[in-house]
């Protein structure tokens, strides 16, 4: 037998991106970003001719070397804690954790210190395929980014606290359809005023206390954990040494019983670090430009597709809160008897089915989503309701459909459309409200639905012809 007729086919890159952008297309990806991906870098120059490029925890670090005196060029937080001059300078220990605090907290004032989500960072999360996302940085970049494209974002950290639960202290999420709210994760703690409080991660002692809590299990997200097992990671802009990254990636799946098949996008890899990648059958890449690009162009022609490609179950989604049952009823009855098609959850959602995954395919399968905007919502605020989970799947969907209108609000006079409390998702413009004063009051917005639905299926023949 010739040894070499026959190999084995252990996928090949193409295979591996295939892979990749189709499970980002799904929704079952969290991307996790390191400092390298924070900014734009900032170019540094350290001789005549030889020049360094800082990211911004290497941009603080310069600033407090400059502020202490400290002339050794330190490139980490603990070449800069143990530098002999800084000691003599700050002798509190914990003094590090203060500096980056008034720092971070006056960071417009400071020209040295660039605080602008990168265009890389933009990109990525631009395209609104990642609405849960890690960070390994301790600044507010990342949820900086987020805010600005998704508006209303939740923050949860990890703080390296075992005494009491991770969940009661905002470090965990609730249910697995957390993942599919925007929210950003601190893994490794975030700043905080109070320097006995301060549970971030800045030194390499940092570092170890807080991977050793995670690879323990001390005071770890249990729930966010359990979830990840059937979530693919993309780390980005996270370069470690070889024997940190380590600890950091066994922190992250330690406490997940399934090794998934990830990505890790490092542009100074050390030989023994792509090796030991290998031997986890992860998909290495060294260009993080290259690999926001094709995921960026990717998920926008999918996109593209999705929008050409839709066929409706129903013209309209009403979504409601309970205390809003009886306007939703006659709504429901008015639009069906005009002729309309509309998912209404008391007729839409069979009996034995996946509640969560009846209501979001009925979303994505829709025309028009018509949220019920009431003074009972606005009382609702502090209130956990799954209305709002609707609200964010219609928001996602709603960005990526161009021009187009897809949510139409049918709301009571008085609603207050920008209560902080009520929180509403930007997609949700006054703009395209239709208003109601009383269940009764419902030719207006039956008008408007009308209208939209005939404006929609002349532009869906012009786009198919």
């Given at each position: 037998m010739n040894n070499n007729s026959f190999k084995l086919d252990l996928?090949?890159?193409?295979?591996?991106?295939?892979?990749?952008?189709?499970?980002?297309?799904?929704?079952?990806?969290?991307?996790?970003?390191?400092?390298?991906?924070?900014?734009?870098p900032r170019v540094i120059k350290v001789g005549e001719n030889v020049e360094r490029k800082e990211n911004l925890h290497q941009q603080l670090i310069s600033y407090i070397a400059a502020q202490t005196n400290v002339q050794s060029n330190p490139r980490t937080f603990s070449q800069l804690v143990f530098d002999e001059n800084y000691k003599k300078m700050v002798r509190d220990d914990r003094k590090i954790y203060?500096?980056?605090?008034?720092?971070?907290?006056?960071?417009?004032?400071?020209?040295?210190?660039?605080?602008?989500?990168?265009q890389l960072l933009m990109d990525l999360l631009g395209t609104k395929r990642f609405p849960f996302v890690i960070t390994t940085s301790f600044t507010p970049i990342v949820e900086n980014a987020m805010k600005?494209?998704?508006?209303?974002?939740?923050?949860?950290?990890?703080?390296?606290?075992?005494?009491?639960?991770?969940?009661?202290?905002?470090?965990?999420?609730?249910?697995?359809?957390?993942?599919k709210q925007p929210t950003v994760y601190y893994m490794f703690g975030k700043y905080c005023n109070n320097s006995k409080d301060s549970r971030f991660v800045v030194t390499d002692s940092d570092m170890m206390k807080f991977c050793s809590s995670w690879i323990k299990g001390d005071g770890v997200p249990k729930n966010l954990t359990e979830s990840m097992k059937r979530k693919y990671l993309l780390i980005l802009g996270n370069n470690y040494s070889d024997w940190l990254f380590r600890f950091v990636w066994y922190g992250l799946r330690s406490t997940t019983s399934e090794m998934k098949s990830d990505i890790v996008v490092n542009e100074?890899?050390?030989?023994?670090?792509?090796?030991?990648?290998?031997?986890?059958?992860?998909?290495?890449?060294?260009?993080?430009?290259?690999?926001?690009?094709?995921i960026k162009e990717d998920m926008e022609a999918r996109s593209?597709?999705?929008?050409?490609?839709?066929?409706?179950?129903?013209?309209?989604?009403?979504?409601?809160?309970?205390?809003?049952?009886?306007?939703?009823?006659?709504?429901?009855?008015?639009?069906?008897?005009?002729?309309?098609?509309?998912w209404y959850d008391n007729n839409s959602i069979k009996k034995a089915a996946d509640w969560e995954v009846s209501i979001e395919n009925g979303i994505k399968k829709t025309r028009l989503f018509l949220p019920i905007l009431s003074k009972n919502v606005e009382q609702e605020s502090i209130i956990p309701h799954e209305y709002r989970a609707e609200w964010n799947i219609a928001a996602t969907l709603s960005s990526k459909m161009g021009g187009r209108t897809f949510i139409v609000p049918f709301v009571e006079n008085g609603f207050d459309?920008?209560?902080p409390l009520t929180k509403l998702p930007k997609e949700f413009s006054k703009k395209n409200a239709s208003w109601y004063s009383n269940e009764n009051d419902l030719n207006e917005i039956a008008k408007v639905i009308?209208?939209?639905?005939?404006?929609?299926?002349?532009l869906e023949k012009r786009m198919k012809s």
């Open positions: 996928g090949s890159d193409k295979d591996r991106w295939e892979q990749l952008l189709n499970e980002i297309d799904e929704g079952n990806v969290i991307p996790v970003i390191g400092p390298d991906l924070l900014v734009d203060n500096l980056i605090h008034q720092i971070l907290s006056n960071i417009d004032q400071i020209e040295d210190i660039d605080c602008k989500p990168s600005e494209i998704w508006g209303n974002v939740n923050v949860l950290n990890f703080n390296n606290d075992p005494q009491g639960s991770s969940l009661e202290k905002g470090g965990d999420i609730k249910s697995p359809s957390d993942l100074s890899a050390e030989d023994s670090f792509k090796q030991f990648l290998e031997r986890l059958e992860t998909f290495f890449q060294e260009d993080p430009s290259m690999v926001i690009k094709r593209i597709a999705n929008t050409l490609q839709t066929s409706y179950d129903t013209d309209v989604f009403i979504s409601y809160s309970r205390s809003d049952s009886a306007v939703a009823k006659k709504l429901f009855e008015k639009l069906s008897d005009d002729g309309l098609k509309v459309f920008y209560n009308h209208q939209e639905i005939a404006n929609l299926k002349e």
